[in-house]
C-alpha cells in the first residue's frame, strides 16, 4: 500500500471496532465508502443512496461499533416496544461495517447507519486502521446539504477530495465556507490525512424540503457509479421522485408566496449556470442569496399549506 501511511501513527490496533470475521475474503483494491445520518444527511440523500447499494448487493457484515462508545441515548433514544405491559428489547443505535461486491467495479466496503456522537477521532483512528488492514486506498463519501436553490431544477452535487485533478475530473467543488463539521466529514479528513485519496460527494437539496428528498439520492449513485463503474439500478427512484415533485408542484401552485420564493431560487439557480457559461469577468448574477427567504419560513408556509390540504 504504498499512498498509506503507517497505521502507528494513529494506533497499533483497533480500539473500538470489532471485527466479526477474518479480512481475507474482500479482495484487491477495495473502496471503502461511508453514509451516516444527521448534519450532512439531509432529505436522507447519502443514508437511501447506501441502503440502495444495500439492497442491490446484499451485504455481509464485518464488524460493528460498540454503541455504548458512541451515542448519547438521551440524545438519540433507542426505541422499544411495549405490548400489553410486556418489554421489548431496545433498538439500538448501530455503526456497522459491511461488504458490498457488485458484478463489476471493485469492492466496497461501507462504513454506515447513524451519525456518532462520541469519540469521533478514536471512530476515525479505527477507520484509517481498518483501511490499512484490507488495503484500500480510496474512499467516496455519500452526503446532502441544504441549499438556496429550488425542487424544479436538477440536483447539484458538490465535491470534496484529496485530490485537486479529482476536483477538477468530478466538477463543482464545494465553495469556500466554514461549517460545523459532522463525523462524515471529520473521517473524510482523518483517511485523506493518512493517505487515502478522498472523494466527498455532497448532494444540495432545497433547503425548504422536509423529509425524504429521493432526487438527492439519485443524483448521488449517478456520480458514484460514473467514478467507480459500479452498476447502479436507478429506475426505482423513478415514482418516487415523480410524486415528491408533484406534491411539492401542489404546495408551490396553492400559495403565492411560496410559488414567488420559488421563483426567486429559479432565477439564482438560472443566473449562477449562466455565470458558469460566461468568460470570466463579466457581470455577476443580478440574484442573492440575501434576496432569498430563509428555509424556516419557506418550510413554514409549504407545511402550513399541506397541512390545510390534508384537513
Known sequence: MPRLLSAGRYRAGMELLHLDQPLDGIGPDPVLVAAFDGWTDAGEGGTTAAQTLRDAYEPVRLGSFPSDA????????PALAIDRGRLDTPDWPEVVVELLTPPSGPSLVLVGGPEPDLKWRTFAADVVEFAWRIGAERYVGLGSVPGPLPHTRPVQVICTASDPELLDRIGRPHEQVVVP??????????????????????????HYVAGDYPEASRALLEQFSSHLGTPV???????????????????????EEVREHVEQLEQMYDAEAEAERRAPGDPAPSITEEQVPTA??????????????SE
Open 70 to 77: 458512541l451515542f448519547d441515548y438521551r440524545d438519540r433514544r
Open 233 to 255: 439500478d436507478l429506475g426505482e427512484f423513478d415514482a418516487e421522485i415523480a410524486d415528491n415533485r408533484a406534491r411539492l408542484d401542489v404546495a408551490a401552485q396553492g400559495s
Open 296 to 309: 424556516d419560513d419557506l418550510a413554514a408556509e409549504i407545511e402550513r399549506f399541506l397541512q390545510g390540504r
Open 181 to 206: 463539521a459532522s463525523c462524515q466529514v471529520a473521517l473524510e479528513a482523518a483517511l485523506r490525512d493518512a493517505g487515502l485519496e478522498t472523494l466527498g460527494l455532497w448532494a444540495r437539496i432545497p
